[in-house]
């Protein structure tokens, strides 16, 4: 792959929201009647919500841009529930499974089975329920009922837990309930947790973060429909293209989205690049390329194409947050340490921060993605800079969250 050879510009556009789907999949298998989701997404991520709430009970109808769920609103009794390769499933099963009395076995494969469910002892603690694990690594065994009006609960690893948690009281509360968390990190997801229930008719009062009240819903409608965004995290890929090299326009996006990945626009408006909003799409042309400074806490995602990004800037650019990589699909310090040195982009890493000198031209060669859908879409970005090819060792980790991106990126080029 060597995109510096090629004029790149054209429109996009941009795939469905990986987190808002599995988040709607979650709420059409608690509620009591019919969901039309419109605009689902279909990687690999979001196949394995659809598939875990069709093994609990809910039923499934496919149309051309539209996913229609029927649910009765319980959980059927299942001997084991596989995740896939989906943290984000797995953590926020765990408090849907536990509003019932049943003892599920989650699983999962690839890079999820290295991913330690961190805090899970002290989340089962709060929640009053059993959970079984080998040193928190998956399979673990669950078995519920939640317990508890007030649940005091650790944020600082993964806000995951608080939204399946809030997703599962929401529909099933029968009295009032406090949640009460600590240090809550990634933010922006929370707000789509609660912006996506507050639309279906049931609002959850937030308190700076650390308090969450929830009452019983009054919700008497027999159907709800939720029509998901766009991407923000698949678009960050192409918008740092554009921000490097060329003129992009990319549609489907909500400009009032609250995203976490929505902070990619605020690092290229630093680094200089034009930004506009357009009727109908948002353009982004290179023109400057500045060095930039951003905390990736509440938008760890981000640090792949940011390293690519920082490479190309003149100056030191500085990352801080970076202890948020270790558990994903990958541990991206390590392995967007390893692209880094790959490409010649010289780095040095101080307490939490990463600064990033950029180069006049990044070298190519193999390039191994460590089975993380990020590495793959960052690195075939960073070959539009590189002075040779780049060779993507396991590229087809992208399957996992933009099945379509080499299709995309491709029609750019000219």
């Known amino acids: 792959m060597h995109l510096a050879l090629n004029e790149i510009s054209g429109t996009i556009l941009i795939p469905a929201s990986k987190s808002h789907t599995q988040r709607a999949y979650a709420c059409a298998l608690l509620f009591n009647g019919i969901t039309t989701i419109q605009n689902p997404g279909d990687s690999q991520d979001e196949q394995t919500a659809l598939s875990i709430i069709h093994q609990l009970g809910a039923s499934i109808h496919l149309q051309e841009d539209a996913t229609i769920i029927h649910s009765n609103g319980s959980l059927a009794a299942l001997p084991s529930i596989h995740c896939g390769e989906s943290g984000l499933c797995t953590r926020m099963f765990i408090p849907i499974l536990a509003t019932t009395t049943n003892t599920y076995i989650l699983n999962g494969s690839g890079s999820l089975l290295k991913r330690k469910m961190q805090h899970i002892a002290q989340f089962a603690e709060a929640l009053q329920i059993q959970i079984g694990s080998e040193n928190e690594y998956l399979p673990l065994s669950i078995q519920g009922p939640i317990k508890g009006s007030k649940?005091?609960?650790?944020?600082?690893?993964?806000?995951?837990?608080?939204?399946?948690?809030?997703?599962?009281?929401?529909?099933?509360?029968?009295?009032?309930?406090?949640?009460?968390?600590?240090?809550?990190?990634?933010?922006?997801?929370?707000?789509?947790?609660?912006?996506?229930?507050?639309?279906l008719g049931m609002p959850i009062k937030n308190e700076g973060y650390h308090d969450f009240y929830i009452s019983p819903s009054e919700k008497q409608s027999s159907t709800q429909h939720i029509t998901i965004e766009s991407d923000w995290s698949s678009a960050s890929n192409f918008i740092v293209l554009a921000a490097i090299k060329g003129k992009i326009n990319l549609h489907g996006l909500n400009p009032e989205s609250v995203q976490a990945d929505k902070a990619i626009l605020n690092v290229v408006t630093q680094v200089g690049a034009s930004v506009q909003w357009l009727p109908n799409a948002l353009q982004i042309e290179a023109n400057k390329k500045k060095a930039f400074s951003i905390n990736i806490m509440d938008c760890p995602d981000l640090f792949p194409i940011l390293c690519v990004l920082a490479g190309t800037c003149s100056g030191t650019s500085s990352i801080s947050g970076i202890h948020r990589l270790v558990n994903k699909e990958s541990n991206r310090l390590v392995s967007c340490s390893a692209m880094m040195q790959q490409l010649g982009i010289p780095f040095d890493i101080q307490d939490d921060t990463i600064h990033i000198e950029g180069v006049a031209i990044f070298k190519g060669g193999p390039i191994n993605c460590y089975q993380d859908h990020r590495i793959a879409m960052a690195a075939s970005i960073a070959s539009v800079y590189t002075q040779t090819p780049i060779e993507l060792i396991g590229k087809e980790a992208v399957e996992k969250s933009y099945p379509n991106f080499y299709n995309d990126l491709n029609s750019l080029l000219k």
Not at 162 to 182: E, F, M, P, R, S
Not at 188 to 197: A, F, G, S
């Open 151 to 199: 649940i005091v609960i650790a944020g600082n690893e993964s806000s995951q837990y608080l939204t399946g948690l809030l997703i599962a009281l929401a529909y099933t509360c029968t009295k009032d309930i406090h949640i009460q968390v600590k240090e809550l990190v990634s933010k922006p997801y929370i707000d789509l947790t609660i912006q996506l229930l507050a639309s």
